[in-house]
């Protein structure tokens, strides 16, 4: 592996194998052409005339997010949407919520979604040590894998400086006072071809809200939630090691290393890919230009 592998794994898709579908005229996700004529089945909810378009009729947020709530429902007794998760996310478009769907239905119905994961870190004399989490070996997504310090995904309702603060103490123990110390660094983004266990077969587009959060040396982060098993130290120039050498994080987490790397002089202009890292980490279908 190199740094840029991850980036293209993490947008490993072909365009044509998707429509798109919209709500007021604006896309709001990409399926696969085998699905559009199941949706444009729902009468009521959806309709195929000039495009595929969640129904009209529907005029206000929480009407559609009842008729996608409906839709998930049918397209998970059909086998298509694998299961239900019971967590709402805001659909947005142009930054506005114009609806809300079920977690697990995202990549189906190619919805863009956002998540925030935060890189803690501790300075110390001989530089930079990064916080690694590793997920715990019962977690249906991605078992056993490495992962960013914290990372959840924005629930409906919340903001992202609001579900830093949840995460942060749900999965590490850190108190909030110093959670809300974390620091809004930018995003990456990417669209993917989802992989067996995503939720079901689809488009996975994805925004990730990278904070930065300077750790005391002397916390020590816990599991709390069960969802990380363990929390390892390590100087960041080893975690960038095993990001360049392996696939032993979770597919997405080394690009918000990679973008950490960058953003701390710790992958250098001189790097051969350096251009090519910081166009890739910020990618997707574009939507509503």
Known sequence: MAFIDHIRRCNAHAPDDYV???IDDKVAGYVRHALRPVLAGYAGLFVDDDGLRLD???????ARAAVLAETVARLHRAGIVHQIHGEQVSLLID??????LDRDALSVLGVENAGCHINGFVRKPDGIHYWIGRRSPTKRAHPGLLDNFVAGIIPDGLSA??????ECGEEAGVPPALASQAKAAGTVSYAMATEPGMGGDGLNRHILYCFDLELPADFAPRPVDGEVADFTLLPVVEAAGIV???QRFKFNCPLVIIDFLI???LIAPSHPDYVALCRGLRRGFETNP
Do not use: L
């Open 244 to 246: 360049e050498s392996s």
């Open 20 to 22: 798109a579908w919209s």
């Open 56 to 62: 009209p009729r529907h005029a206000d947020p929480d």
């Open 161 to 166: 400086s609001e579900t830093v603060v949840k």
């Open 263 to 265: 953003r701390h002089a």
């Open 95 to 100: 930054g506005r919520r114009v609806a809300a």
